[in-house]
């Protein structure tokens, strides 16, 4: 019986081997056939060749993903603070009249309300940014 079950689970071992070499020839859209993963040393969790330093290309993506995040800070730092908003423009009647019209928009509320947005000095402090 146990030598019928190990012939089993070798069989399912086997085909979930085929499965992953399939899987994994997907990934550059090549065929699992010929395909073959030594599995001399397969065990062996050693570091082949010591402690890896980062290329040049992993560490410029990792600091523009920096940059653009510090970007996305400042900006939504910069939205929560309220700005003094002028309009103006010409106004056409119906009489044939034209007339101008000015507007001015005042933020209300003042520091406390940008500092509930986001915008507070004590917050940039704390973060670190």
Known sequence: ????????????????????????????????????????RFLDLAPIAGPMEPSTKITAIYEAAGAQADAAIT???AD??????????????GTGDVGFVFGVS???????????????PGRKAACGC
């Open 1 to 40: 019986a146990s030598v019928a079950e190990a012939e089993v689970d070798l069989e399912l071992a086997v085909h979930a081997r085929d499965a992953a070499l399939v899987r994994l020839a997907q990934w550059w859209g090549g065929k699992a056939e010929g395909l073959i993963v030594p599995i001399g």
């Open 80 to 93: 929560s603070v309220r700005d003094l908003t002028l309009s103006g423009g010409p106004r056409f009647i």
């Open 75 to 77: 900006a939504r730092q």
């Open 106 to 120: 005042v933020p209300l509320g003042g520091r406390r309300l940008a500092e509930a947005r986001g915008g507070s």
